[in-house]
């Protein structure tokens, strides 16, 4: 059993079939969640629209794909479903008795596992696989996702992303690159220039590859650690020129680089990772966590996505658990 106490900011942990996580939340109070299946598949092959000519990494027609998971929570039986490559894959989370729940991948996904995706980015160092069957992460819902209100990360009025402005329009994360590699970051179309400011008080700031230093492209990263032990990583790539001196504190607002000009192919963009390292665990995550909790604090209506585009499993209203209970749950029944 694996067994996380809650925390002000988010717990990231990792299940095999047959785990359990005990998420401790006031004293006396368990929430347990026990992982008992997996599964993934295509759901569209119809990548050729896209026009994107790289062949750079592997090429395929997948243009959308869905994983899910069977859990047990408290006794009850749930199967969450997501959608990669569409509107879907802004989601909210799933709130279950008190947990706010992010399915962020399955191994299963991928090559190595058995499934039909390979790793775009393996060559930076840049995974998206789980290191166990399923990858998620829980969050006490009444609480925020970290102890400060994030800053936006580049000037964005509308308040949502879209999913057509994913690069092509497939590069969220874990998006299907070239139709059979999965996108491990999340990426925006925006204009060469666009000045990008840093979402928290950062303890440190520095650029990890830089074409100064002979690599083609300049990625960027600012650290912060967090009073409970999490150090939270905020990464960008393909900044054209940097607007703070690096190895210094930024604070929350402050624009530290000009973006989407340099080694950007075919659309101007900035492409946004976030990770987190904690109680022994590297753990890449979808930056749209991070996308969606800047919107909320900002009330936005529908946190970036309207409701036609909500993923299956994730409505506006309540839906039983297996079992039959009434729940407060919005996640789909087998």
Known sequence: MLVRESKPTLTPVGLNHGETLRFLLAPGKAWEMTLLDTAAEVV?????????????????????Y?????????????????????QASFYGPWEIDGVHLWL?????????????MLEKDWRGGLLCAPDQAARFVVHEAHLPLCPEPPHPWYPN??????????????DCWMGPYGGIAAHCGLDV????????????????????????????????RGRRRWPDGSEWWLETSHQIRMLAPERTCLSAGAPYATAAGVFVGDFEHTHFNFRVLEQGGDYMLDPWILFWAIFRQ?????????????????????QQPLGGKRGSAAASRK
Do not use: K
């Open 157 to 170: 009025p509308s308040g949502r992303l879209d999913i057509g402005d994913c690069y092509h329009g497939e």
């Open 44 to 64: 569209a092959r119809d990548y050729a629209r896209y026009g994107n000519r790289d062949t750079g990494h592997g090429r395929g027609d997948i243009s959308a």
């Open 66 to 86: 869905a994983f899910s998971c069977a859990v047990r929570i408290n006794g009850h039986e749930y199967t969450l479903r997501r959608e990669v490559g569409t």
């Open 189 to 220: 179309n925006m204009p060469a220039g666009t000045i990008l400011t840093a979402s928290l008080a950062l303890d440190d700031h520095y650029l990890v590859r830089s074409t100064a230093a002979g690599f083609n492209n300049n990625r960027w």
């Open 104 to 116: 962020d991948a399955v191994a299963c996904i991928f090559a190595h596992a058995g499934g039909f």
């Open 298 to 318: 900002e009330g936005r209506q529908h946190l970036g996505f309207s409701r036609e585009q909500q993923p299956q499993g994730h409505g506006p209203e309540e």
